[in-house]
């Protein structure tokens, strides 16, 4: 009997990426947990990629931190860690192929000018597009914008809406322009924008499958357009349920979550579990973190997501909180 033929499993490359502002907390080890066994169960390559771009926000000694945490609880990235940090030239690259197709804009408007607009979408203000058909005599270009209209050919033209299928939280559609507005792909700090260098990077990396906190899902469409500005690969999307407290926030630094105490990772890890819904065995909570992560790729589910709402509270959750 010949064997059937199909894509090999280890084509899969996911990835967790988190930003070095501080301790894991519960809510980033659900996505990093999530991620893992996607791709694990997909006999995958799991990678981290810190997310340390933003340096005002780092917090010194945060990296290390993260990364032995993720240690303990058996995370461990298949290659090294990519640091954001030391990416600087692909990401000058990225916005000069981006400048030679006319597709972003110097723009000069202050944060106030911006908040001065009428123009609300789904993350607060719309920027105006003051900006697109060129800046103001003396005035001095502060960031770079994407331009999220239709502009002139020769170059294919994204389509409008983007849309895409995301495995837990269904068909997609935004329209960037409307909604999101020319967004800053270099800011006014000198510093590249998250959505240019998250877009950057996954190509990067041959990041194939993304898994995420459902945080991101409102981002998403803005990384297709620049992977379709800058031709690259567009992944697999999955977009998990992002962990709240008993008052439905989403668990951060602000809103106090705690971080991961690394004495008790077993137990902190079958919490993780039962937030993805994947029903582990009571019993399973007593064995150890290697066990529980073999039971845990093995029996990898999911679809048992679907009918959770992308703000999924979990009654454990509060215990592990308090
Ligand atoms: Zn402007």
Same mark, same amino acid.
């Given at each position: ?42 006999? =995958?390559?799991?990678? +981290?990629?810190?997310? *340390? ?10 990296? $290390? /931190? ?7 609880f058996g ?105 999101? =507005?020319?967004?800053? +792909?270099?800011?006014? *700090? ?10 950057? $990077? /996954? ?62 990772a077993a137990s902190?890890l079958f ?13 399973l909570g007593q064995n150890t973190v290697e066990q529980i992560l073999e039971w ?27």
């Amino acid at each position: 009997m010949r064997k059937k033929l199909s894509l090999p499993d280890s084509i899969y490359r996911g990835r967790f990426s988190p930003s070095p502002t501080g301790p894991l907390h519960f809510g980033s080890l659900v996505a990093a947990v999530g991620s893992y066994l996607d791709a694990k169960h997909h006999h =995958g390559i799991w990678l +981290v990629r810190m997310e *340390d771009l933003d340096v005002p926000r780092c917090v010194p000694g945060a990296a $290390d /931190d993260i990364l032995h945490t993720l240690g303990i609880f058996g995370l461990q990235s298949d290659e090294p860690v990519l640091y954001q940090s030391q990416r600087t030239e692909a990401y000058k690259e990225a916005l000069r192929r981006l400048q030679a197709i006319d597709a972003v804009y110097p723009c000069a408007c202050t944060r106030k000018e911006i908040a001065d607009s009428a123009l609300h979408g789904i993350e607060g203000h719309v920027y105006p597009s003051t900006c697109r058909n060129g800046i103001s005599q003396g005035r001095e270009a502060r960031a770079w914008r994407a331009r999220t209209d239709q502009y002139p050919s020769p170059f294919p033209l994204p389509p409008s809406p983007i849309e895409f299928n995301d495995a837990l939280q269904g068909r997609i559609t935004q329209h960037l322009e409307s909604e999101i =507005g020319d967004f800053v +792909v270099k800011r006014a *700090d000198g510093l590249f924008s998250y959505q240019l260098a998250v877009v950057v $990077d /996954d190509a990067f990396q041959g990041i194939t499958h993304v898994v995420r906190g459902a945080d991101l899902l409102a981002s998403t469409p803005r990384q297709i357009y620049l992977q379709q500005l800058l031709e690259l690969p567009t992944p697999a999307y999955m977009h998990l349920p992002v962990a709240v407290d008993a008052q439905g926030e989403k668990l951060s630094k602000q809103t106090l979550a705690q971080p991961v105490e690394n004495n008790n990772a077993a137990s902190t890890l079958f919490d993780a579990l039962v937030f993805l819904h994947q029903q582990p065995p009571v019993k399973l909570g007593q064995n150890t973190v290697e066990q529980i992560l073999e039971w845990a790729i093995a029996n990898w589910q999911p679809d048992a997501l679907l009918n959770c709402s992308n703000r999924c509270p979990s009654s454990k959750l509060e215990n592990t909180s308090n």
